[in-house]
Every structure is written in C-alpha cells, then in structure tokens.
C-alpha cells in the first residue's frame, strides 16, 4: 500500500529540513525523488545524500518562467509526475506591523505564496495532460491556529496556501488529483533557526510542546510517504497537523 516504486515525486525546498526528511522518506519507499532549491550546494549535498534516484535543480520557485520551463523538463526527463510538495518558504522576521513595508511583505509572499501557487498549477497541468491523476501538498503551518505577531508575511501566506489546497482538491478532483496541506509545528530548519538560538523562546515554548522534543525532518517522511501512495486517494481538501501536540496543549 506504500510502496511508491516507479513514482516521481517532486519536493521544493527539498535540499534541507522538512523538505528534505519528506525526500528521503519518499526515496526510501521507492520513489525518484527531484528536489528543487536555490543553493546549489545544499542542492548536490541532499542528492548525494538521497542516493540513487535523487536528482537536484536550480530552481527559484518565484520565477514563474523558471517553474513552468522546470516542471516541463521534468516530465520529460522522468516521463510522469506522480506527487509534487510544494515546500520551499522562507520566514519574514518578527518585525512590527506598522514597520512593515509592503517591499518586505512580497519579499516573502514572492516565495511562499506566488510560488507555491505556479508550482501547483504547473504539477496540477502536467498530471492533467499525463491522465494518471496524483497528489499536491502544500507546506502551510502551526501559526495558521494563532495570531503572530510580527510575522504578517509568513502568517498570512500559509493561511492562503490552506484556501488554494482547498480549491485545488475541488476543480481537480475529476482528474484524480488530490490535494492536501501539512501544518508543522516547531522544527528544525532554516525558517526557525532564529528563534531556536533565543534562549528565552526556548525557555517559554519547549514547556508547550508535550513531545518535549523539536520536530526535525524525519518527522515528515512518514505523511509524504502516505499521501504519495495510493493508501490516500480519498484524502482531499485536508490540513494535517503535525505539531508534537503544541496545539492541542
């Protein structure tokens, strides 16, 4: 029932974090894993990390062009698309609202929402044109549940990012393609790493969270795997928390 061989999957933002413990999950229940990000390094390091059928691209996911151009060269590189995470993002600092330019708040929504948008509709238009259906998610967030402070472009492109899940699930669903979003709770990666160096947010949300542990990468192998594999073809339209129990405390 999991078992992905023969799949392709794509992940963005798979070089590290959530991205990339989601790429080796993938990879590791047979699927050919292609992970998109911008650091060429990182990029070729998570490959050769992955192993055979793990291949990386240079892709800026906010460069409409780019996408469309990727996303076409992949399916014909690999012949078929059957998953596509929509996962890279960045954070937008803790800066107040009345300092927040509106340069700044597109700086972020440029990537996590403008990009996590092209990205979808391109995977969405290949699986169309390939007619063998597959599966969209969309990394949205905890911070979705609760009023942030300071974090208006992050905040409010995750809470986009649920409405286009859903409205991808709806017109999709007549051509087999299902679509879902993850929400994760703290976790180790490039987006947190800020916070996890201050002492005192340590001190005040590590209490919070019963698991008493941070999430890391590995923590979402398991849910990619699952809505990659046919076990979750009535699984639409869903957001899916995974938090450690932050939320439910």
């Not at 803790?94 to 509106?102: A, D, G, K, P």
């Amino acid at each position: 029932m999991f078992d992905l061989t023969g799949q392709v999957a794509l992940v963005t933002g798979g070089n590290s974090g959530i991205g990339l413990g989601m790429a080796r999950g993938l990879h590791a229940a047979g699927a050919t894993v292609c992970i998109w990000g911008t650091n060429e390094e990182r990029n070729a390091k998570a490959a050769a990390e992955i192993g055979e059928r793990a291949h990386a691209t240079r892709v800026d996911v906010g460069d409409e062009d780019a996408v469309a151009a990727a996303m076409t060269a992949l399916v014909a590189e690999h012949g078929r698309l059957d998953s596509c995470f929509a996962n890279a993002g960045m954070e937008s600092g803790r800066v107040s609202l009345l300092e927040t330019s509106l340069d700044d708040f597109r700086r972020v929504t440029r990537v996590n929402l403008d990009g996590a948008f092209v990205t979808m509709r391109e995977a969405c238009r290949q699986m169309k044109e390939l007619g063998d259906g597959g599966s969209i998610v969309a990394t949205s967030s905890l911070t979705v549940l609760f009023g942030q402070a300071g974090g208006y472009a992050y905040t409010s492109s995750k809470h986009a990012l649920i409405g286009m899940v859903q409205a991808i699930a709806v017109e999709m669903a007549r051509y087999g393609i299902r679509a879902n979003a993850l929400l994760p709770g703290w976790t180790v990666s490039g987006v947190t790493e800020n916070a996890f160096a201050n002492e005192k947010f340590v001190a005040n949300v590590m209490p919070r969270v019963p698991v008493r542990r941070w999430g890391v990468g590995e923590d979402f192998a398991g849910i990619a795997v699952y809505l990659a594999s046919p076990a979750s073809t009535f699984h639409t339209g869903d957001s899916i928390l995974i938090d450690g129990g932050y939320a439910a405390f």
